[in-house]
T-cell receptor
Framework: DQQVKQNSPSLSVQEGRISILNCDYT??????FLWYKKYPAEGPTFLIS?????DKNEDGRFTVFLNKSAKHLSLHIVPSQPGDSAVYFC????????????FGDGTTLTVKP | DGGITQSPKYLFRKEGQNVTLSCEQN?????MYWYRQDPGQGLRLIYY???????QKGDIAEGYSVSREKKESFPLTVTSAQKNPTAFYLC?????????????FGPGTRLTVT
């Protein structure tokens, strides 16, 4: 049973437009959510996070929204740039679980010039 | 520069052989993690360590072993008992083992077993 799901394997957007990446989770004990970005043949790098006590967190062009009742979060990238093309992983953690993160399968974002 | 080093980048082994993947960090982080990634899938946790001389099994620990004798090192051994060892292996660390601390990842080791 996959507890973190990213239902869109890929997303293609035009440069300058908004990219919206979605993530759903089933475990109501998750209380911290993180997004990581991964380029080919490299390890993931942390992008942005949100605590379950918030519904929005913003960092420059990146905003994460959390809807706890729907168990859904989304990452908005505005404006999208070609350098944003990468695989984006959603991860969820329980505060009492020693930092163990459960990852989704990732969404490959392609930003076309 | 602080970071995580994994070596080698590519590793080839014959079936039935044990192989050890290296992971070193100079970030002075207490917690370290090993993940496995298969094509089209997310990262699955193999083992993690919250502190030196302590480690716990993750979701897919069978066929793997680890040690944490030094704070900066967390080697992973893929044993012959691991049925499908060919995968991309990622090591990570965080300041402490807590949900609200992001993990820093190494570049990964791609292991191929034939």
């Amino acid at each position: 049973d996959q507890q973190v799901k990213q239902n869109s394997p890929s997303l293609s957007v035009q440069e300058g437009r908004i990219s919206i990446l979605n993530c759903d989770y089933t475990n109501s004990m998750f209380d911290y959510f993180l997004w990581y970005k991964k380029y080919p043949a490299e390890g993931p790098t942390f992008l942005i996070s949100i605590s379950s006590i918030k519904d929005k967190n913003e960092d420059g062009r990146f905003t994460v929204f959390l809807n706890k009742s729907a168990k859904h979060l989304s990452l908005h990238i505005v404006p999208s740039q070609p350098g944003d093309s990468a695989v984006y992983f959603c991860a969820a953690s329980e505060g009492t679980n020693a930092g163990k993160s459960t990852f989704g399968d990732g969404t490959t974002l392609t930003v076309k010039p | 520069d602080g970071g995580i080093t994994q070596s080698p980048k590519y590793l080839f082994r014959k079936e039935g052989q044990n192989v050890t993947l290296s992971c070193e960090q100079n970030l002075n982080h207490d917690a370290m993690y090993w993940y496995r990634q298969d094509p089209g899938q997310g990262l699955r946790l193999i083992y993690y360590s919250q502190i030196v001389n302590d480690f716990q099994k993750g979701d897919i620990a069978e066929g793997y072993s680890v040690s944490r004798e030094k704070k900066e090192s967390f080697p992973l051994t893929v044993t012959s008992a691991q049925k499908n060892p060919t995968a991309f292996y990622l090591c990570a660390s965080s300041i402490v083992a807590a949900a609200d601390y992001e993990q820093y990842f190494g570049p990964g080791t791609r292991l191929t077993v034939t």
